[in-house]
């Protein structure tokens, strides 16, 4: 049966189950990519790709710590290079997942059913990317402690006016809730696990994480009550933390830093880069284990479209950038941006602009939103140009700075290179562990779903017929 056309943003009940499948038939497929289902032997090439690559960080960590930061290509007046770049990255890569759970799920918008499990645990994965660099960056891990408030018998307490200290604080809180909520949801599942399981030792692991649910009443009710509480609680979060990290540079007076414009560009920048991961996810999970059923057509055109929306907001924000400096009339202003453009950094800069704003415009056809392969390159290309706009906005506002004499450019290193692919092995690493012990689909949710459709087709057939 055919959904084309239809406004309802939920594939009925025809849509998710095949001809002569059950409920139950969506809790075998689910649970049987963990449970009883073969391990495939692309997944081990593929963990073997990113076990290298988590080698390749901590080879690159510990030649860090021996030599120290002199080893990266920073410098004066670049005296934030890849680190920094690459922290603010991962971290809008990390705003999806709870944009998917919390605020749509606030907003009973159902089609974040088949997504929200795996984009929650993306989330926990890119902020455990993120929190590295700050801790490798300061030079003295061993210090990073000062980072937090806490009371201090030498008499020292951290910098209160310094955008790190509300880093640590709202990326940790961030992290902490968005582990809260990811957990929370899957509390039903590990008991489904551990009811479906057959060996004792796997039984007694998901029964343990699965903390005595027995799908009672007062189960249900506590954990919906719960589930919504955290919601609540994760979405100003989707806000705030990454308003807190452009105060990183809007607070300064450093020339392309200096504007109002950055706390929601920088936002909808991670929204924009988090649907694109979550694109570039999901497409080949869904056909590696055969989930076109769960993640349909339709909840790739839905985040298709959100990743065009949230890319013409991108767009504006670049846009206000070139108004302000012609408008302000601040020479200082004016010659980041022209340098930006034809500066030695114009490659970047326009490669950003390519892959951010003029190759995305294609999403506005839905031929191209329809086209599975071609949506799959559109998201990585879209990932690429949003490193390239974190790379650009560091390095071309600080390596010409006031004094001509102390102008230098910025060149990254092999170990710059190495820790940050080191930590897309990290990610992988975690992300395929993640989809062969738990379900990557919410058990539980897609089969309260299929109940609330499970009467449509009669219901429509029975309102033809009258």
Not at 384 to 396: A, D, N
Not at 409 to 428: E, K, M, P, Q
Request: glycine share 8%; net charge positive; charged share 10%.
């Amino acid at each position: 049966m055919s959904t084309e056309g239809k406004t309802a943003e939920q594939p009925p009940r025809s849509a998710i189950l095949r001809p002569g499948e059950t409920i139950g038939s969506v809790t075998d497929q689910i649970s049987s990519i963990v449970l009883t289902r073969g391990t495939p032997r692309g997944w081990y090439l593929a963990l073997a790709f990113s076990f290298s690559l988590l080698m390749l960080l901590l080879l690159s960590v510990t030649v860090l710590f021996a030599r120290g930061i002199g080893i990266w290509g920073v410098n004066q007046p670049v005296g934030w290079g890849f680190a920094i770049v690459n922290f603010v990255w991962w971290v809008g890569i990390g705003h999806a997942g709870t944009l998917i759970s919390a605020i749509l799920l606030l907003l009973r918008q159902e089609w974040r059913t088949s997504i929200n499990r795996f984009a929650e645990a993306m989330t926990l994965f890119a902020v455990a990317c993120a929190g590295l660099f700050p801790l490798l960056h300061v030079g003295r891990p061993w210090l990073i402690y000062y980072f937090f408030p806490f009371p201090a018998t030498t008499g020292m307490w951290p910098q209160f006016r310094s955008p790190l200290m509300w880093d640590a604080v709202a990326v940790g809180t961030y992290a902490t809730v968005s582990l809260m909520f990811w957990y929370v949801g899957l509390i039903p599942d590990l008991a489904t696990l551990r009811d479906r399981a057959k060996h004792t030792i796997t039984r007694a692991i998901y029964g343990t994480l699965a903390m005595g649910w027995r799908g009672s009443a007062i189960h249900w009710e506590r954990y919906h009550q719960a589930y919504v509480l955290l919601a609540a609680l994760a979405t100003p979060l989707v806000i705030s933390v990454h308003t807190i990290v452009s105060f990183d540079f809007a607070v300064s007076i450093i020339p392309g830093w200096h504007t109002t414009v950055f706390p929601p560009y920088f936002v909808a920048g991670a929204i924009y880069s988090g649907f694109a991961m979550v694109l570039t996810l999901s497409i080949p999970l869904r056909a590696i284990y055969g989930l076109q059923n769960l993640i349909t057509a339709k909840h790739l055109d839905n985040m298709a479209k959100v990743m065009l929306l949230s890319g013409l907001i991108v767009a504006y924000g670049y846009l206000m950038e070139h108004f302000v400096a012609w408008y302000g009339g601040h020479d200082a202003e004016l010659f980041m941006l022209l340098n930006r453009m034809f500066g030695p950094y114009r490659m970047s800069y326009w490669a950003l602009i390519a892959c951010n704003v003029a190759i995305p415009q294609l999403l506005w056809f839905r031929r191209v939103r329809a086209n599975v392969p071609l949506l799959f390159v559109l998201s990585i290309i879209v990932n690429i140009g949003m490193w390239l706009e974190r790379y650009v906005i560091v390095i071309t506002s600080l390596h010409r700075d006031a004094l001509p004499s102390s102008w230098g450019n910025y060149t990254a290193t092999f170990w710059d290179w190495s820790t940050y692919l080191g930590t897309i092995g990290l990610f992988l690493t975690l992300l395929f562990l993640f989809v062969r012990v738990l379900p990557v689909i919410s058990i539980s949710e897609m089969r309260e779903l299929v109940e609330e459709h499970a009467d449509e087709p009669a219901a429509k057939s029975e309102g033809s017929q009258t």
